[in-house]
């Protein structure tokens, strides 16, 4: 008798986050090795969800150092530590950090419209556009509230790049991410990354690799034993 590989549990996961976040980038790199880790175990359905740590921001946006030391009351040093402490835990994951680019902080909504339509223009490219607009801005610091830039990072990432100019030059998805927003913040996420696994277990921040494959583990567990058990 020829025995079949188990099936692997299928896991939503709602990864909220912005584009400004460094512990988001930090996560989210985790958050796939720890995939890697569970291959054949877990199968994961990501969706990316906005949050805007500085809506209030213009259209020139801030530089990045004074911002951080007026926001969280630093000094200049201690920036400067924490964004080495930032770039060290990165490189350990493969994901570059150039805070000598990164010189200032942007409105990210726009980039969370396109976010938003990507999702829906097929498999991956969501994903794709995320990992892009990480990279543009933390490794490349380029300005990701500008349209002609993300236009061009949304070709670069396999989209169209008339559909994105088309959606960034309209209000279009303006009202759907503002209600995502408001969603999340009314059910309590007031920090990012918060990764919410199936819609009830919430894992917050850039935790380690083995946090997140620990919790994949333990839940795909929890999932295939509620389905055992109950009926079908």
């Given amino acids: 008798m020829t025995e079949h590989a188990p099936t692997p549990t299928r896991l939503r996961i709602d990864f909220v986050s912005d584009v400004m976040c460094p512990w988001c980038a930090i996560g989210l790199a985790a958050l796939e090795q720890a995939l890697d880790r569970t291959r054949g175990e877990v199968e994961a359905e990501i969706h990316f969800q906005p949050f805007e740590l500085n809506p209030q921001l213009g259209l020139r946006g801030d530089d990045a150092v004074a911002h951080l030391q007026q926001k969280y009351g630093m000094s200049a040093d201690q920036v400067a530590a924490n964004q080495e402490a930032i770039r060290q835990r990165g490189a350990?994951?493969?994901?570059?950090?150039?805070m000598q680019r990164r010189r200032r902080i942007h409105n990210t909504f726009d980039a969370h419209r396109l976010l938003h339509w990507a999702?829906?223009?097929?498999?991956?490219r969501q994903r794709a556009l995320k990992h892009a607009l990480l990279r543009a801005y933390f490794t490349e610091g380029r300005d990701v509230s500008d349209h002609a830039t993300l236009v061009d990072i949304a070709a670069g990432a396999g989209l169209s790049a008339d559909g994105a100019r088309a959606?960034?030059?309209?209000?279009t998805h303006a009202d759907e991410v503002r209600a995502i927003e408001q969603f999340f913040l009314q059910h309590g996420i007031q920090g990012v990354p918060a990764v919410i696994i199936d819609r009830k277990h919430l894992i917050s921040g850039?935790?380690?690799v083995e946090v997140f494959e620990q919790a994949l583990r333990r839940i795909a567990a929890a999932t295939d034993g509620a389905a055992d058990a109950g009926p079908r």
């Avoid at 999702?119 to 991956?124: L, N, Y």
């Avoid at 959606?167 to 209000?171: F, H, I, M, P, T």
């Fill in 92 to 98: 350990a994951l493969g994901f570059t950090f150039d």
């Fill in 119 to 124: 999702e829906g223009e097929g498999e991956g």
């Fill in 167 to 171: 959606v960034l030059a309209s209000g």
């Fill in 206 to 208: 850039g935790q380690p």
